[in-house]
């Protein structure tokens, strides 16, 4: 028998809480405190002018400090709840396709990879399963050169790790194997598991759990275990947002002018705010065995105040840095919009990549020119002859423009546009132009001649 030494990271039940609630968006995060409530007897609602905090659990450490030598913005002055304004909700269609693109943008991918990445999430049926071929999605990329099997693989595999997990599988036996990765259970059921739904569905769903087992050399009650794993499962990871639905959505944080200056505003006035009662154990007469459960609520209760504090302070940096680096989309809308990756703003604020995603992902920022998802303002850049980079939605923008204003009896041609943005110090090919002009659904010159 040898002993070996492995190292690895475990996550604890105060960093999974946290990261839970920052990814969670507004109104989950309103249902998620809410059955907390119900379920903790320590935590409790405080009133608008009670404290809210007792002592007994940390608290949030308010505005952070510059990173990287930036001066920071105005700090949050804590608005109350009436001072916010009256935001009613903005109706907005979700699906299935456009969840996955915006986390496709968030995703540390080249041109190229993007560009698979969006045929895969087009091709995908209703209950969220790839049913393309390599050749349709070779032609729906329309990239030279054309990506092989492997390149469409290794997207298709990132793909799958999104929300919801295991989308974009080709098969239930593949679907259900990547949801097993991330289960709490016993070994020996987990592996149990894993085989029959590698190999073994077709048996399970004729011959129920004892072919199962008998197939399989399983005792009875293990198969059963498993089976009841798999139950857990969803076979239809986009069936939920595979149907444009209408949500109302309503602002996370506010951009507001201070002077010559933008300052980012939580809007969170109107959530719950939570304390831990901590004489609650102690005007009860109750043994041991209760008191520990007592501890145990009341342990609980700190660290969901405690992670409530945490995403606050990270949602509100994670705005801060972006408003600083979008001061253009908020002066001029996209026309104004930057070129900025998700390492960027990570490197600002000393975090890492997958904090700055669930911070940005359904959060959403109320700005001069309307209600945007903070990942929207994340966006690959083109060289704009200076030295920085102009978004590509901002060269889309400018492009609208220029055929808006151009002369209905001479429209101009994509290289005309290629050469006027060029004199501008953005410099892209024609083809390039094409393809933004085909992206706004505007036709090319000759059919707006032809339409004029």
């Given at each position: 028998m040898r002993l070996t030494q492995r190292q690895g990271t475990r996550l604890t039940p105060q960093l999974q809480l946290a990261m839970r609630l920052l990814q969670?968006?507004?109104?989950?995060?309103?249902?998620?405190?809410?059955?907390?409530?119900?379920?903790?007897p320590v935590l409790e609602r405080?009133?608008?002018?009670?404290?809210?905090?007792?002592?007994?659990?940390?608290?949030?450490?308010?505005?952070?400090?510059?990173?990287?030598?930036?001066?920071?913005?105005?700090?949050?002055?804590?608005?109350?709840?009436?001072?916010?304004?009256?935001?009613?909700?903005?109706?907005?269609?979700?699906?299935l396709q456009s969840h996955l693109n915006a986390q496709l943008r968030l995703s540390p991918l080249g041109p190229r990879d993007r560009a698979i990445g969006e045929a895969l999430?087009?091709?995908?049926?209703?209950?969220?399963?790839?049913?393309a071929g390599f050749d349709d999605i070779r032609a729906a990329c329309a990239l030279q050169p054309a990506p092989d099997d492997a390149e469409i693989e290794t997207v298709r595999h990132l793909i799958q790790r999104f929300d919801p997990l295991a989308?974009?599988?080709?098969?239930?036996?593949e679907c259900l194997l990547l949801q097993l990765h991330g289960i709490?259970?016993?070994?020996?059921?987990?592996?149990?598991?894993?085989?029959?739904?590698?190999?073994?569905l077709d048996v399970l769903a004729r011959q129920?759990?004892?072919?199962?087992?008998?197939?399989?050399?399983?005792?009875?009650?293990?198969?059963?275990?498993?089976?009841?794993?798999?139950k857990t499962l969803d076979p239809r990871p986009g069936a939920a947002l595979a149907a444009a639905r209408t949500e109302y959505i309503e602002p996370d944080l506010i951009a507001e002018r201070d002077g010559t200056r933008w300052r980012v505003r939580l809007l969170d006035g109107h959530r719950p705010r939570l304390r831990v009662n901590a004489g609650y154990g102690r005007r009860l007469r109750a043994g041991a065995a209760e008191q520990a459960?007592?501890?145990?609520?009341?342990?609980?209760?700190?660290?969901?105040?405690?992670?409530?504090?945490?995403?606050?302070?990270?949602?509100?940096?994670?705005?801060?840095?972006?408003?600083?680096?979008?001061?253009?989309?908020?002066?001029?809308?996209?026309?104004?919009?930057?070129?900025?990756?998700?390492?960027?703003?990570?490197?600002?604020?000393?975090?890492?990549?997958?904090?700055?995603s669930r911070a940005c992902n359904g959060k959403y920022l109320a700005t001069p020119h309307g209600l945007f998802e903070l990942s929207a303002l994340f966006a690959s850049g083109v060289a704009d002859g200076g030295d920085g980079l102009q978004a590509a939605d901002a060269v889309?923008?400018?492009?609208?423009?220029?055929?808006?204003?151009?002369?209905?009896?001479?429209?101009?041609?994509?290289a005309a546009i290629a050469q006027r943005l060029a004199a501008e110090g953005v410099s892209i090919a024609r083809r390039t132009v094409a393809k933004y002009r085909d992206a706004l659904r505007i036709p090319p010159a000759s059919a707006r001649r032809e339409s004029a």
């Amino acid at each position: 028998m040898r002993l070996t030494q492995r190292q690895g990271t475990r996550l604890t039940p105060q960093l999974q809480l946290a990261m839970r609630l920052l990814q969670c968006g507004r109104t989950e995060l309103e249902h998620l405190i809410e059955d907390a409530l119900a379920a903790n007897p320590v935590l409790e609602r405080v009133a608008d002018d009670g404290p809210a905090h007792t002592g007994d659990e940390p608290l949030d450490h308010g505005p952070g400090h510059a990173e990287n030598g930036e001066p920071p913005l105005p700090a949050e002055t804590g608005a109350a709840a009436g001072d916010e304004p009256d935001w009613h909700g903005i109706a907005e269609p979700v699906s299935l396709q456009s969840h996955l693109n915006a986390q496709l943008r968030l995703s540390p991918l080249g041109p190229r990879d993007r560009a698979i990445g969006e045929a895969l999430i087009d091709g995908l049926d209703a209950d969220g399963y790839c049913t393309a071929g390599f050749d349709d999605i070779r032609a729906a990329c329309a990239l030279q050169p054309a990506p092989d099997d492997a390149e469409i693989e290794t997207v298709r595999h990132l793909i799958q790790r999104f929300d919801p997990l295991a989308v974009a599988s080709r098969t239930l036996s593949e679907c259900l194997l990547l949801q097993l990765h991330g289960i709490d259970a016993e070994p020996a059921v987990l592996a149990a598991a894993r085989r029959i739904a590698d190999a073994h569905l077709d048996v399970l769903a004729r011959q129920g759990v004892l072919g199962a087992a008998k197939a399989l050399g399983l005792a009875p009650d293990l198969a059963g275990r498993a089976v009841a794993v798999l139950k857990t499962l969803d076979p239809r990871p986009g069936a939920a947002l595979a149907a444009a639905r209408t949500e109302y959505i309503e602002p996370d944080l506010i951009a507001e002018r201070d002077g010559t200056r933008w300052r980012v505003r939580l809007l969170d006035g109107h959530r719950p705010r939570l304390r831990v009662n901590a004489g609650y154990g102690r005007r009860l007469r109750a043994g041991a065995a209760e008191q520990a459960v007592i501890g145990q609520y009341r342990q609980e209760a700190q660290w969901l105040v405690a992670a409530l504090a945490q995403r606050r302070d990270t949602l509100r940096r994670v705005a801060e840095a972006v408003v600083r680096r979008q001061t253009g989309f908020l002066e001029q809308g996209l026309r104004g919009l930057r070129a900025m990756r998700l390492q960027d703003v990570a490197g600002d604020l000393g975090l890492h990549e997958s904090t700055v995603s669930r911070a940005c992902n359904g959060k959403y920022l109320a700005t001069p020119h309307g209600l945007f998802e903070l990942s929207a303002l994340f966006a690959s850049g083109v060289a704009d002859g200076g030295d920085g980079l102009q978004a590509a939605d901002a060269v889309q923008a400018r492009i609208a423009e220029l055929i808006g204003a151009e002369d209905p009896a001479k429209p101009l041609s994509d290289a005309a546009i290629a050469q006027r943005l060029a004199a501008e110090g953005v410099s892209i090919a024609r083809r390039t132009v094409a393809k933004y002009r085909d992206a706004l659904r505007i036709p090319p010159a000759s059919a707006r001649r032809e339409s004029a």
